[in-house]
T-cell receptor, first 113, second 114 residues
Framework: QKEVEQNSGPLSVPEGAIASLNCTYS??????FFWYRQYSGKSPELIMS????GDKEDGRFTAQLNKASQYVSLLIRDSQPSDSATYLC?????????????FGSGTRLSIRP | GAVVSQHPSRVICKSGTSVKIECRSL??????MFWYRQFPKKSLMLMAT?????????EQGVEKDKFLINHASLTLSTLTVTSAHPEDSSFYIC??????????FGPGTRLTVL
């Protein structure tokens, strides 16, 4: 089992609709969770971080965390063509200075006009 | 948000030469930096964890004598690819971790070995 699993996609969503991206993780003691966006040929860009169960909203983005189910998701409302990218789910593993972030393989999102 | 720079952004070198890539956290101190490699259409692969003032921790399968990492200060880590070969051609990305455990990525360095 991979430590962080995502559906590779591509996920195709019409412009203006809600895009839903999902991620599961295996390490039950993980406490920090992140969503990054990566455009082709560029490095990842942090979109959201979430540490507590529930929802966290930032503009058009909402991150959802359910530690009991080991599940984290990202919702993008009013999807725009500029949202077309690969979205990486990341989970912090370990403690203190020995911790490191484990990335999923990413979900390719395509917003069709 | 926090800013991480990388230099150079692009480098082309001949097989057998060494290449040094710098990673700097510009507006925060980073006791830990990370080096990743990414091949086209593939996910990020963690190569090593760089801790200020101590030896880097390499992931399994990464040759520490080939990929030399130095984390000389709280804002600078360097990756040197020694005796580079064409199969080392890749996109190298560094990241720096702040006190909230959030990692911020540099813009990446595209290495082409001829």
């Amino acid at each position: 089992q991979k430590e962080v699993e995502q559906n590779s996609g591509p996920l195709s969503v019409p412009e203006g609709a809600i895009a839903s991206l999902n991620c599961t993780y295996s390490d039950r003691v993980s406490q920090s969770f992140f969503w990054y966006r990566q455009y082709s040929g560029k490095s990842p860009e942090l979109i959201m971080s979430i540490y507590s169960n529930g929802d966290k909203e930032d503009g058009r983005f909402t991150a959802q965390l359910n530690k009991a189910s080991q599940y984290v998701s990202l919702l993008i409302r009013d999807s725009q063509p500029s949202d077309s990218a690969t979205y990486l789910c990341a989970v912090n593993k370990g403690y203190s200075s020995a911790s490191k972030i484990i990335f999923g393989s990413g979900t390719r999102l395509s917003i069709r006009p | 948000g926090a800013v991480v720079s990388q230099h150079p952004s692009r480098v082309i070198c001949k097989s057998g030469t060494s290449v040094k890539i710098e990673c700097r956290s510009l507006d925060f101190q980073a006791t830990t930096m990370f080096w990743y490699r990414q091949f086209p259409k593939k996910s990020l692969m963690l190569m090593a964890t760089s801790n200020e003032g101590s030896k880097a921790t390499y992931e399994q399968g990464v040759e520490k004598d080939k990929f030399l990492i130095n984390h000389a200060s709280l804002t600078l880590s360097t990756l040197t690819v020694t005796s580079a070969h064409p199969e080392d051609s890749s996109f190298y990305i560094c990241s720096a971790r702040d006190y909230t455990d959030t990692q911020y990525f540099g813009p990446g360095t595209r290495l082409t070995v001829l």
